[in-house]
Nanobody
Framework: QVQLVQSGGGLVQAGGSLRLSCAAS????????MGWYRQAPGSQRELVAT???????NYADSVKGRFTISRDNAKNTVYLQMNSLKPEDTAVYSC????????????????WGQGTQVTVSS
């Protein structure tokens, strides 16, 4: 069984920083892309950033230059460093990973973390 466990998040003032972590564990064969998504109240979930297994990154325009995604393949962990936070960054942040489990090595499946609240006060 595979699971993603998130840590980090919380309440911060505008201009502050937070770091999110997401660790994948269980019967993992390999991990492809990993990423972070967010959903604000009354809004659809949107992509924040993704990173490939080789380290190529992609960011939403709204976070470019402020957020940095990284991963530690040895630890099966993805991080999101969020700097210069704005009130509009307030949302529930969820990590995602494309994983092949040892019981299903021929197909990648999407797994999601439990979500964590990030609140930025003005």
């Amino acid at each position: 069984q595979v699971q993603l466990v998130q840590s980090g998040g919380g309440l911060v003032q505008a201009g502050g920083s937070l770091r999110l972590s997401c660790a994948a564990s269980g019967s993992i064969f390999s991990i492809n892309d990993m990423g972070w998504y967010r959903q604000a109240p009354g809004s659809q979930r949107e992509l924040v950033a993704t990173i490939t297994s080789s380290g190529n990154t992609n960011y939403a325009d709204s976070v470019k230059g402020r957020f940095t995604i990284s991963r530690d393949n040895a630890k099966n962990t993805v991080y999101l460093q969020m700097n210069s936070l704005k009130p509009e960054d307030t949302a529930v942040y969820s990590c995602n990973a494309e994983i092949r489990s040892r019981s299903s090595v021929y197909a990648f499946r999407d797994y999601w973390g439990q979500g964590t609240q990030v609140t930025v006060s003005s």
